[in-house]
Structure formats: structure tokens, C-alpha cells
């Protein structure tokens, strides 16, 4: 198996989070911190930068992604679908609307990948067909 490095082990960590603050809400310095703080994370420092920078953008721009998310998933309520397959398409509708440094197909290939590596090969079959719809209103 392939060791995750960079940038996708960034996002990563920002679905690991994301995820567990869906079942534990805390003060986000508190809950960082925490996080950070365990042995088995041993991030870059501009990886962690990108990792927290994602974390306070998702957090902070939800609502939109929610709404987004909506309008893509034939209308389901977003509090309907898998948490795991939830965070994942907020991370990756994130770096497609607020990231000019992240390609849209990079951000849909990195979704897929995460999807197979916490989830499924379906989870990961609906996370694509999901972000494909999103990348071509975009254009």
C-alpha cells in the first residue's frame, strides 16, 4: 500500500476532524489543539497550515456548501446523507469554490480517493457523481 503524503494526508486529516467534531462539537483552538497534539501525527508544517486552513474554511462557509451540496444531490437534505460521505463533499466543494490553487479535478480525485479509504468503492462512486455535477456548473 502507497503511503499518503502532502497535501492528501492534509485532507485527511481535515475529513478525520471534520468527522469527529460531527459527533464531539467543541471550541475549535480546544478541539485543534487536541488533535494535533496526537503521536501518530507528525504533519509538515505547511501541510498543517493547509489542513487548518480547510478545517476554518469548511467550518466557516457550511451553510453555502450545504446549500450547494442540496442542489446536487437530488435535493436530499444534507443531514440525510452518510457523515463520512458528507464531510468529503464539503472538504472537496470547498477547495472547488474558495481554492484557486486547487484544480477542480484534483479536489474530485482526492474526494474519490478518501471516500475508498474511510468508506467504499460506492461511497466513492456517489462521491464522483456528486462532484462531477458541481465541476460543470462551475465552468
Keep these: 500500500m502507497k503511503k499518503v503524503t502532502g497535501r492528501r494526508l492534509a485532507r485527511e486529516w481535515v475529513v478525520q476532524f471534520l468527522f469527529q467534531t460531527e459527533f464531539n462539537p467543541a471550541e475549535l483552538d480546544e478541539a485543534l489543539e487536541d488533535f494535533w497534539n496526537d503521536e501518530k501525527k507528525k504533519p509538515l508544517d505547511r501541510d498543517r497550515v493547509y489542513a487548518n486552513e480547510m478545517i476554518q474554511g469548511v467550518l466557516d462557509q457550511q451553510l453555502k456548501l450545504d446549500r450547494t451540496l442540496k442542489r446536487y444531490t437530488d435535493n436530499w437534505d444534507v443531514d440525510r446523507l452518510g457523515i463520512l460521505e ?10 472547488m469554490l ?41 465552468k
Design 86 to 95: 458528507r464531510t468529503v463533499l464539503r472538504v472537496a466543494v470547498y477547495e
Design 98 to 138: 474558495f481554492r484557486d490553487d486547487v484544480p477542480p479535478v484534483v479536489s474530485i480525485n482526492e474526494a474519490i480517493e478518501i471516500a475508498k479509504a474511510f468508506s467504499s468503492k460506492k461511497s466513492a462512486r456517489f462521491v464522483n457523481g456528486v462532484l462531477d455535477r458541481v465541476k460543470k456548473e462551475l
